[in-house]
């Protein structure tokens, strides 16, 4: 059974850095697609970005475009989301969700077969 566990969410102020990382375990994760997504309260969950495990292909959603890197770390098996120039609209809870097949995009909600329980980030102004 595919885990994912999330890590690195924190309270930081607007303009610092944080790094979140997801662990996985359960899967032979060279043939997945990873993405990160966000739900901020009283809004609906959506994309931050997905990677193609193995490929190191990564897309972005517009909002975090040059402020954030998805990357993989095989020999660690985890996911990490390196988030710098934080913005108050920033604040959400962060998943990881995990596809066990590859797909370019990877942008919604139902491409995923797997999810992480999340992790708090609190971007303060």
């Known amino acids: 059974q595919v885990q994912l566990v999330e890590s690195g969410g924190r309270l930081v102020q607007a303009g610092g850095s944080l790094n979140l990382s997801c662990a996985a375990s359960?899967?032979?994760?060279?043939?997945?697609?990873m993405g990160w997504f966000r739900q901020a309260p009283g809004k609906e969950r959506e994309f931050v970005a997905s990677?193609?495990?193995?490929?190191?292909?990564?897309f972005y959603a517009d909002a975090v475009k040059g402020r954030f890197t998805i990357s993989s770390d095989n020999a660690k098996n985890t996911v990490n989301l390196q988030m710098n120039s934080l913005r108050p609209e920033d604040t959400a809870v962060y998943y990881c969700?995990?596809?066990?097949?590859?797909?370019?995009?990877?942008?919604?909600?139902?491409?995923?077969?797997?999810w992480g329980q999340g992790t708090q980030v609190t971007v303060s102004s």
């Open positions: 969700a995990a596809r066990s097949s590859i797909i370019y995009g990877g942008r919604r909600e139902n491409d995923y077969n797997y």
């Open positions: 990677i193609l495990w193995s490929r190191g292909v990564s």
């Open positions: 359960g899967g032979t994760f060279r043939t997945y697609t």
